[in-house]
């Protein structure tokens, strides 16, 4: 499996600003996805990130909330703007592996909390 | 009704009892399943994949899968505190996603 660095690991932000979190990946992946976990619940898809197009958002996500970017076949960054205490949550980010590219590998994750 | 769905819990057992992890899924047409450890602050590990319908044994671990009945469970033999987390069952979707269920968490008694 790949090994996935992420960073921050946590992070206490102040309304109305923006973080951007980083996630890097050992080996080259086509896919990267950015998943939130909000407290006591499970995992929602926020977007698919290629690498050379723009990013693919699932449906209650918005480009203008969170930017992604993916510049090259290791490196991804989500970036969580304007924020509100509502975006208080674990961001995980992900690649796939193994048979058929369907599981999933998770980096450390990067508890965030707005006040 | 839920893509995929999982005991509510939480459960507790008994160090060296087993732990039995249930959980449904939606899409009848769905051909891969996960079952995902995440302990507290902790990210989720993949803890075994399954396939095929029948029973996989890793260890202390089964996945089992009934595609007919859309069910798939994981049983936890002999177990232990450090067993104690949260489990996800996850039911790959297309182009790289998997749907995840809301998790069961077990505590396991010393």
């Known amino acids: 499996s790949a090994v996935i660095s992420q960073k921050p690991s946590r992070d206490i932000c102040q309304r109305g600003t923006s973080l951007t979190i980083q996630c890097q990946v050992d080996s080259q992946v086509t896919m990267m996805f950015w998943y939130r976990q909000q407290p006591g619940q499970s995992l929602t898809l926020i977007a698919t990130a290629n690498q050379g197009s723009e990013a693919t958002y699932e449906s209650g996500f918005v480009i203008d909330k969170f930017p992604i970017s993916r510049p090259n076949l290791t490196f991804s960054t989500l970036t969580v703007s304007n924020m509100s205490p509502e975006d208080s949550s674990i961001y995980l980010c992900?690649?796939?592996?193994?048979?058929?590219?369907?599981?999933?590998?998770f980096g450390q994750g990067t508890r965030l909390t707005v006040v | 009704q839920k893509e995929v769905e999982q005991n509510s819990g939480p459960l507790s057992v008994p160090e060296g009892a087993i732990a039995s992890l249930n959980c449904t899924y939606s899409d009848r047409g769905s051909q891969s399943f996960f079952w995902y450890r995440q302990y507290s602050g902790k990210s989720p590990e993949l803890i075994m994949s399954i396939y095929s319908n029948g029973d996989k044994e890793d260890g202390r671990f089964t996945a089992q899968l009934n595609k007919a009945s859309q069910y798939v469970s994981l049983l936890i033999r002999d177990s232990q505190p450090s067993d104690s987390a949260t489990y996800l069952c996850a039911v790959y979707a297309n182009a790289g996603k998997s749907t995840f269920g809301d998790g069961t968490t077990l505590t396991v008694k010393p």
């Open positions: 992900s690649v796939v592996w193994g048979r058929a590219n369907t599981e999933a590998f």
